[in-house]
């Protein structure tokens, strides 16, 4: 039988393009199936793309179209911003340096000190700038580092400035190094703290007018809710969640964001063009679906997050081993020691020295209030395990009536809050200032004495009542390591609206990341998280 001849029109048939798999990625066929389908794993399906596919790894369009885009526009409001915020925290730096250093030898002259900031800012500021984009400082908001790569870049720019200065013959312009550290030192607050307001009013405003990265959650009901309920209490977050896919379709529906099905889902809503970003709850999330949802979603020009595992964390300091027939990891424990342990304690004694001088007065107006508004005394000592689980007394302003110990008992069925801790929105035993004290974590300034005596340091796990200690499970215990803290990690990462087996991995994180930049960081963090008054009671 002879074929039909084909149609003048007909285009022959192209062979489709292969790629090559990834190694160690689960190869996906025609059919939609994976190396996850044949393990009995969930998988994601095969849907047709409603777009075109826009590879995260591919290369960015043609220059006449990208600079047509808005996008374009966003990025140079963006980066001419933060530009800005550097300058003016610069020049202020190197002002400020000055001024201070006149007030206190007694010969202080604003015209003069802000005429000299002028002749040395424009060659500081440039470099600060050119520093800073090196370091992917004016990148987009959830690429930017936080104040470690602040502090890194600045004393950077300390000593090029520095080499310049003595290889070009200037160090007779200068009386003495003050300049130089000075300014580095006041420039770390003033660009952090700038910087700070920046991301506040830029992430309200792209709230305000819808132009948050739209992200869906996938992984259990459980861990998704809890994001998801985290993310919607920020109000500065420029994430808005549109809704969660489970592992499992008979899971119970979510209940701080809408289902969107399982899994499985996924594709489709990839393909529409729906959302910006991925987030993968679970820390124990099948890896060969994990692998899947990432080379989707890449597929696609959408990022990937995933929450770490405990495990993942503890690696972070593993050391090899080797010599071994099977390669080995030992997991050194999170203690700091030696030059470590000094730098801490040097920071944790100049801080909290300088904390208590400048918030003296406040301190003694608290203490008036408490002695006038009750009977007891102003200050409560309550004994907790401190590191090692060696007991102390923790210093605390009193905000509780004198029989709050032995009312205790009475409230346990009350209890809020899961895992080994007590807590209670409308506790009977806080009275009204204390109930003031303790929405603004203010009871716990007296700790700032804890600090000075070595019982504890300005940032760490925080101390439990010895209560909470006994309802421990022995992997909570390693938290102890360490000296207890006034302020941590979780505290500015949701307070009491996290569950306390999350509350105990990030003190983990912290452990195993330790810094003097990520306490710094920490500590600028937790003046907008008790001010704003997130998950305290």
Request: charged share 20%; proline share 7%; hydrophobic share 45%.
């Amino acid at each position: 039988m002879r074929q039909a001849s084909p149609s003048p029109d007909a285009v022959p048939d192209r062979p489709e393009p292969t790629e090559r798999p990834v190694a160690g990625a689960p190869s996906l066929v025609a059919n939609g199936t994976s190396a996850a389908d044949r393990d009995g794993l969930p998988t994601l399906g095969s849907v047709s793309p409603l777009r075109p596919a826009t590879d995260i790894r591919a290369k960015r369009p043609p220059a006449l179209l990208f600079l047509l885009r808005v996008e374009t526009m966003r990025k140079v409001l963006r980066v001419l911003g933060l530009m800005a915020v550097d300058a003016a925290s610069v020049w202020a730096a190197i002002f400020t340096a000055l001024a201070l250093k006149a007030l206190w030898l007694g010969s202080f002259d604003a015209g003069w000190h802000a005429h000299q900031a002028r002749e040395i800012a424009p060659f500081t500021i440039l470099v600060v700038l050119l520093n800073f984009a090196r370091m992917g400082l004016y990148g987009r908001r959830h690429e930017r580092q936080g104040l470690g790569r602040i502090v890194t870049g600045l004393f950077q720019v300390m000593v090029v400035s520095m080499v310049f200065v003595l290889i070009n013959g200037q160090r007779d312009q200068f009386s003495s190094y003050y300049i130089f550290y000075g300014s580095a030192a006041v420039g770390i607050v003033y660009i952090a703290v700038l910087r700070q307001a920046y991301e506040i009013v830029s992430g309200r405003l792209l709230r305000s007018s819808g132009q948050q990265r739209r992200a869906v959650l996938v992984g259990t009901a459980e861990h998704s809710d809890a994001i998801a309920s985290a993310l919607a209490d920020d109000v500065d977050t420029a994430i808005r969640v549109t809704g969660v896919l489970t592992l499992d379709a008979d899971a119970p529906p979510p209940q701080h964001a809408p289902s969107l099905g399982t899994a499985d889902d996924l594709p489709a809503l990839l393909a529409s063009g729906a959302i910006d970003e991925v987030i993968i709850t679970d820390p124990a999330f099948p890896e060969e679906l994990a692998l899947d949802i990432v080379d989707q979603a890449h597929r696609q020009g959408v990022h990937v997050r995933v929450a770490p595992s405990t495990m993942e964390i503890l690696v972070h300091r593993a050391e090899f081993l080797p010599g071994q027939t099977v390669p080995l990891f030992e997991l050194k424990p999170p203690v700091s020691e030696g030059i470590d342990f000094a730098i801490k304690r040097t920071f944790d004694l100049v801080m909290s020295t300088f904390i208590l001088v400048l918030l003296s007065p406040v301190l003694l107006a608290m203490a008036v209030a408490i002695r006038v508004s009750s009977p007891g005394p102003v200050i409560y000592r309550s004994r907790r395990p401190g590191v090692g689980g060696v007991p102390f007394d923790c210093l605390k302003f009193r905000t509780m009536y004198a029989d709050a110990d032995r009312r205790q008992s009475e409230l346990e069925e009350l209890n809020e809050a899961g895992g080994a801790i007590f807590k209670m929105r409308n506790d009977p035993r806080v009275t009204p200032v204390g109930k003031l004290l303790r929405r603004l974590s203010l009871d716990e300034l007296p700790q700032l004495l804890n600090v000075l005596r070595g019982e504890m340091s300005l940032v760490g796990p925080r101390p439990l009542p010895q209560r909470d200690y006994d309802r421990l499970e022995e992997w909570h215990k390693k938290r102890y390591l360490v000296l207890p803290g006034v302020t941590g990690l979780w505290q500015v990462s949701g307070r009491s609206d996290l569950e306390f087996d999350d509350m105990v991995r990030l003190d983990f994180l912290y452990l195993e990341r330790w810094s003097v930049s990520l306490d710094l960081q920490i500590l600028v963090k937790t003046i907008p998280a008790v001010f704003g008054r997130r998950g305290a009671f």
